[in-house]
């Protein structure tokens, strides 16, 4: 189906799947219970698991294909989102433009960054990357403030011109929308004790995320795509095989970097506002760790290590010691305390940790991340039903 | 005619002169050898060849394209491949993968934007690719990663890698080092095998029988410079060669 082979289209297919039933999905536990806040299907939550995973699937096309590990990406998700919140300020709040221009820009910006940086490989070229998206942000915050409005962050005004569209409704911004779609217009759906909320911006994502995720599928199995994995295997061969590695590599680059931009132009359309912090060292890096708790050159870790990393980011962070109280209320007080002492650096703010330890334990045990495992588990049921056909086959045989 | 012709070509690491004066021409559709001592400057006259190395003086020219300050991408374009001493393929890739990178290469040239194209759905390379690994005698791996094959048939590889792009000019350095007696036997046949494409090649070798079953021309090198140049025969009686080569011992 649409030029991919048997085995990526059911997985395209699992996926949309998967993104399509997300809000009930994520929302397993009925609204009043004890374990209602481990749902996760409110749509800021899912909006982020999908904008985080076109950023990390991107970054996937860079850093997994090409081993070249960048650690300046959210620089280009940052100038996406500059860009998306100025095309809402000076054309229409109507989030096409603006998820358009975040591509173009962060393309535009990625290009430069990876022209200069592709000079150097390995540890260089990190350093290079690092080196361009902590100056970006120290420029955001400081010389850049007519654009980017330093540390309130770029928002919205009543009195920006929106040449397109309106300036304000009844007194107020108009809320960004798609052609007349307001983005955070959601319909809820109540069942029994369960709640499922179905939001506007969630499946706009969607949309996008399936068509970033369709791309980079069909990059992969590319000529492309093959050339971009020799770079990673061996670029000496490469180049006494006639190939010149240098544009490959700047073309993965700007491409992640347009994926990048996406993410930064979806943010933008979720929410219309831009901070420098988005650029800053620490999101460049959780990509990176997104990307390798997923499974680097997978098509489908990064996602998951997204997931992953937003799960844990706005669900265990909420976890405070009242709560886990309330968990061991039927225990008796010592025990409850001692429960709660132990635990309690792993909750809350402690999420970090948590997220750190489970981390370190699937790069040591599973190098090639959470993909690793659900290969290496359905490894195991096949050799288990393959020993059963071939032990029935086996008992078969003497009757004949 | 002269399909390769190298003049006056010097190249110093320092103070030690690797190459001194080499002038050496190859005779298009020929095979010739170059022997020599550890050390003689052999790998180091390849590398200049090739690109990786820039000589200090003199011309390298191929046809006539002169090769000097040329990268290596666009020394293979011209038609010149090279099967390295430790095979260097995609050890990450499979066999399939790692003969048609070369064969997009040599079709659709250093650069190509095919970012939607179905590499699987492309029946020409995938074609010569097979065919290139049956000829080698490695079909039956062809979904098998290269980083897991035996050194040996890593080397047939990287030949298949090589043959897979019509090179004008192939320069093996030592094809059979580390090899068995007889793995050393299939790949002199299969060397002469593809000595009927009109393949011009040029063998660095050490071992003997190799260099005398294959070689219709040979140039020794010794200390960075070529004392001797004939055919086998002659080499082998050449006072001079038994002298600087082979310690003064008889052949």
């Excluded at chain 1, 309106?166 to 004790?193: C, D, H, K, T, W």
């Excluded at chain 2, 040996?152 to 580390?178: F, I, W």
């Excluded at chain 2, 219709?216 to 060669?241: F, H, T």
């Amino acid at each position: 189906m649409l030029g991919l082979n048997k085995k990526d289209t059911s997985l395209f297919l699992l996926v949309l799947v998967l993104v399509v039933l997300a809000p009930f999905l994520l929302n397993p536990f009925p609204e009043n219970s004890e374990l209602a806040q481990f749902n996760a299907g409110y749509p800021d939550l899912m909006q982020r698991f999908l904008i985080f995973g076109i950023f990390a699937i991107g970054f996937n096309i860079l850093f997994g294909l090409t081993g070249y590990l960048s650690f300046g990406h959210a620089a280009f998700l940052g100038v996406g989102s500059y860009a998306g919140v100025w095309m809402m300020k000076l054309l229409t709040m109507n989030v096409i433009p603006a998820i358009f221009m975040s591509v173009i820009f962060a393309g535009l910006f990625s290009l430069l960054v990876g022209y200069i940086s592709l000079r150097r490989s390995g540890i260089y070229f990190s350093i290079l990357t690092l080196a361009f998206a902590q100056m970006s942000f120290s420029l955001a915050y400081s010389v850049l403030t007519p654009i980017t409005n330093g540390e309130t962050g770029l928002q919205l005004a009543l009195d920006d011109p929106r040449i397109l569209g309106v300036s304000q409704e009844n007194g107020a911004i108009p809320a960004a929308n798609l052609f007349g779609l307001a983005m955070r217009e959601s319909y809820e759906l109540s069942l029994g004790g369960w709640l499922f909320t179905f939001n506007a911006g969630y499946y706009l994502c969607a949309v996008v995320m399936m068509i970033a995720f369709y791309v980079a599928v069909r990059i992969f199995r590319s000529p492309f795509g093959m050339m971009l994995r020799a770079v990673k295997s061996n670029q000496q061969r490469m180049n006494f095989t006639g190939l010149n590695s240098r544009p490959y590599t700047l073309a993965a680059f700007v491409i992640s970097g347009m994926y990048a931009g996406l993410a930064g132009g979806l943010m933008v359309a979720m929410d219309p506002l831009a901070g420098a912090e988005r650029m800053q060292w620490t999101a460049s890096g959780e990509v990176v760790l997104m990307t390798i708790l997923g499974g680097a050159g997978t098509l489908i870790g990064p996602v998951l290590g997204a997931g992953f990393i937003k799960y844990f980011e706005n669900i265990f962070s909420k976890i405070n010691d009242n709560v886990l109280y309330g968990w061991f209320s039927a225990l008796p007080e010592g025990v409850a305390d001692f429960l709660v002492f132990v635990i309690h650096p792993f909750i809350g703010k402690g999420w970090h940790l948590t997220l750190g330890i489970m981390f370190m334990l699937i790069v040591i045990f599973l190098p090639g991340g959470i993909m690793e495992g659900v290969e290496r588990i359905g490894r195991l049921f096949k050799r288990k039903s393959s020993d059963k056909d071939s032990s029935a086959r086996a008992s078969a045989a003497p009757a004949e | 005619m002269d399909i390769l012709r190298v003049e006056d070509v010097n190249k110093s690491f320092g103070g030690l002169r690797a190459l001194n004066n080499v002038n050496f021409s190859v005779e298009e559709g020929t095979v010739h050898a170059i022997i020599g001592p550890n050390g003689a400057g052999k790998s180091t006259f390849l590398n200049c060849l090739i690109g990786r190395l820039i000589p200090d003086t003199g011309s390298v020219m191929f046809g006539d394209i002169s090769l000097t300050g040329m990268k290596p991408y666009e020394i293979n374009q011209v038609g010149v491949s090279r099967v390295f001493q430790t095979p260097e393929i995609f050890g990450d890739l499979t066999l399939m993968e790692n003969i048609m990178i070369p064969a997009l290469a040599k079709r659709d040239g250093e650069f190509q934007l095919h970012a939607f194209k179905n590499v699987a759905s492309d029946a020409e390379i995938c074609d010569k690719a097979m065919h290139m690994l049956e000829d080698v005698g490695l079909a039956e791996k062809r979904d098998s990663i290269a980083g897991s094959l035996s050194r040996g048939d890593k080397r047939r590889l990287e030949l298949a890698m090589c043959l897979s792009q019509d090179p004008k000019l192939l320069l093996l350095d030592e094809p059979t080092a580390g090899m068995s007696r007889a793995d050393t036997n299939n790949t002199i046949d299969l060397l002469k095998r593809i000595g009927d494409r009109g393949i011009t090649k040029v063998v660095i070798e050490h071992d003997m029988h190799v260099v005398f079953s294959l070689a219709e021309k040979v140039s020794v090198l010794a200390q960075g410079a070529i004392i001797a140049e004939g055919k086998p025969e002659d080499i082998k009686g050449d006072p001079r060669v038994q002298e600087a080569y082979l310690g003064g011992a008889h052949l």
